[in-house]
């Protein structure tokens, strides 16, 4: 599956962004999918996942209430629904899919991902 991830840019802090990434290939209802960022000078850390059904998800801490991840497995979409976001949001955002029978927080759990798009929040 090939991942290609967009909608990403500059906002105030307490802004909005929706982030979506799109999956071509077979199979994409069958994949669990992640949204992982990397911040400057910072390790990638999870931020979301969610099941190839959709029926569970799990976040960081740091973004639950927050965010809101869903997919459209219809349109081999998912989606990442940022709000109230904040000046240590900023990073450069990546989707990832793979096999994993649950939402997962370890990036190793995913062997495909997508390019990344860069998310600048202002102060």
Do not use: H
Request: charged share 20%; proline share 3%.
């Amino acid at each position: 599956v090939q991942l290609q991830a967009c909608g990403g840019g500059l906002v105030q802090a307490g802004g909005s962004l929706r982030l979506s990434c799109a999956a071509s290939g077979r199979a994409f209802s069958s994949y669990d999918m992640g949204w992982f960022r990397q911040a400057p000078g910072k390790e990638r850390e999870f931020v979301a996942g969610i099941r190839w059904s959709g029926t569970s998800t799990d976040y960081a801490d740091s973004v639950r209430g927050r965010f809101t991840i869903s997919r459209d497995n219809a349109k081999n979409t998912v989606n990442l629904q940022m709000n109230s976001l904040k000046p240590e949001d900023t990073a450069v955002y990546y989707c990832a899919a793979g096999r994993i029978s649950r939402p997962s927080s370890r990036s190793s759990d995913y062997p495909y991902w997508g390019q990344g798009t860069l998310v600048t929040v202002s102060s």
